[in-house]
């Protein structure tokens, strides 16, 4: 790397840490920041460097110099909203993600929040076993180009703990909340399977079966209110018997499994669906074996992404969570944040609701499968 590099990025790493401590409260307005000595000496650079640093900080009139006395915080509300960056993690490879109807869910969110406080965002694909820093590397940028991130992605304790050490706020949305004291904006996941088992139960489904993704960070809080369910209606029968773990996203997993219940004559008359992919294969496999949907085996899907019902030409039973809310709350999280010192952690969950459509009915005593 060559000396105009180094010396950029110097520049960088001392505009941004004086931008964050004045967004977080650290350096109110009104204080007289140190000399340009004094921080050359913190930053350990040149004068030139800070120089430079507080002539970028001057132009967005976040400080003021005051010839003789020095130079001073302006404050928070002369920063403008949309010098606020936020990076949005995903966990996808950057072409998969125009195909994501999840993510266009997110898209239409921020489109909202935007339209009450404007900020800039950018989505930040990390794929594999990538971590967020070698991702944003592989692109070019590093964290100290953003002001704050939001992880629509199960961040490992290691990139938690790398963007605590450097100070950025940061929303967890994909975590196990029970797990966190940051700051998170969690989709009641046990609340979304107890509304789901309950109204199998209740239409008098007498054998219910939960097939969702083994790898998923919400597996434990969806296990646990399908379980609630299940006692509360009496069911107290070995819960593992009746959780179906497939691999995520994998269609094929999903039809194997209905395929091997059939082929045991294994009884059921109802089934919760956690994912898109696994509905859209489980009735497809249903209709194989000439099962109907909601007459034979009532059925109900995670998520409303409406293309599923459209490819089946049914109109499916959701537990539909409200990603577009999470994320309107997540960014709000992110803004108030600047006004915070170290980042105090803000913790919100959203309830999910049932929406109740064409694939499941009520069943008599006498029918069943």
């Avoid at 794929?127 to 953003?146: F, M, P, W």
Wanted: hydrophobic share 40%; net charge neutral.
């Amino acid at each position: 790397m060559d000396i105009e590099s180094v010396s950029k990025n110097k520049n960088e790493i001392v505009y941004h840490s004086l931008l964050e401590e004045i967004r977080n409260g650290l350096l109110p307005a009104g204080t007289r920041l140190p000399s340009e000595r004094e921080l050359a000496d913190q930053y350990a650079c040149s004068r030139i460097t800070v120089r430079s640093a507080l002539e970028k900080l001057g132009k967005k009139q976040v400080i003021r110099r005051i010839q003789g006395n020095g130079t001073f915080v302006n404050g928070i509300d002369t920063i403008a909203s949309n010098d606020f960056r936020v990076g949005l993690i995903l966990d996808a490879e950057e072409d998969e993600l125009y195909n994501d109807p999840w993510l266009s869910e997110l898209l239409y969110g921020m489109i909202s929040a935007g339209r009450k406080q404007p900020f800039t965002i950018s989505v930040i694909p990390v794929a594999g076993k990538e971590d967020i820093v070698i991702s944003l590397r592989n692109r070019g940028q590093s964290l100290h180009d953003y002001n704050g991130f939001i992880a629509a992605r199960n961040l490992s304790e290691d990139e938690i703990e790398i963007l605590s050490t450097v100070g950025l706020p940061f929303v967890l949305l994909q975590n196990e909340i029970q797990k966190h004291i940051h700051s998170y904006v969690a989709i009641d996941n046990a609340k979304g399977a107890y509304l789901a088992a309950c109204h199998l139960l209740a239409i008098g489904c007498r054998h219910v079966f939960f097939m969702l993704p083994k790898d998923s960070p919400q597996y434990s809080d969806r296990i646990r209110g399908f379980q609630k369910a299940l006692l509360e209606f009496g069911r107290p029968a070995a819960l593992e018997n009746f959780i179906l773990p497939v691999t995520k996203d994998d269609c094929a997993d999903a039809e194997r499994i209905i395929n091997r219940m059939l082929a045991r004559k294994t009884t059921f008359d109802g089934l919760l669906l956690g994912t898109d992919g696994c509905a859209y294969s489980v009735v497809m496999a249903l209709r194989k074996h000439s099962l109907r949907v909601p007459e034979d085996i009532s059925v109900i899907m995670w998520d409303d992404f409406p293309w599923v019902s459209k490819a089946l030409r049914l109109p499916l039973t959701v537990v539909r969570q409200p990603f577009r809310e999470q994320i309107v709350s997540a960014i709000d999280i992110l803004l108030s944040q600047r006004r915070m010192p170290r980042h105090s952690a803000i913790q919100r969950i959203i309830q999910p609701s049932l929406l109740v459509r064409c694939s499941t009915r009520t069943r008599t005593v006498a029918e069943g499968y």
